[in-house]
């Protein structure tokens, strides 16, 4: 199994990915989720919130012992359809986390290029982003 997608391998994947909802909105988990979140905007033509939240550095070592809400939520959630989306899923936790802070939220679903999610498009141990530089 290769660690590296090209970009179009990755968008393919996001061109035949089908979902069983339609959503009011997007919203990604920054930063993380915001080049994900544009791809998906593009297709889904719904508008994108930013949730901020975060858990690792750079180098993808954790940062925080749990992840932290470091802007507050500026958008609204509650009774909206709502697609959470994230690069890469590893523990869950940040997800977690984020689905807590959506509590209201009408109906909830995930999304990950990478890991375990309602939706996702790989779920793999070694795994490149083609878009990160």
């Known amino acids: 199994m290769s660690c590296d997608k090209t970009y179009a391998e990755v968008l ?17 988990i ?6 994900p979140a544009a791809i998906l905007n593009q297709r889904l ?13 750079p180098d993808q070592k954790p940062k925080y012992n749990s992840p932290q809400l470091i802007a507050p939520i500026d958008f609204e959630y509650k009774n909206k359809t709502i697609l959470l989306v994230e690069d890469r899923v590893k523990t869950g ?22 890991g375990k999610a309602d939706y996702s498009l790989y ?11």
């Not at 393919?12 to 990604?28: M, P």
């Not at 920054?30 to 080049?35: L, V």
């Not at 936790?93 to 990478?114: I, M």
């Not at 779920?123 to 530089?133: A, R, S």
């Open 93 to 114: 936790a940040s997800l977690a986390f984020a689905c807590k802070l959506l509590n209201g939220a009408k109906l909830l679903k995930t999304f990950a290029v990478n």
């Open 45 to 57: 033509d719904i508008g994108i919130q930013l949730l901020k939240i975060n858990l690792r550095d």
């Open 12 to 28: 393919e994947r996001f061109r035949n990915i089908q979902f069983s909802e339609s959503f009011d909105t997007i919203v990604a």
């Open 123 to 133: 779920d793999e141990d070694c795994f490149k982003f083609p878009w990160i530089l």
């Open 30 to 35: 920054a930063n993380g989720g915001i080049i």
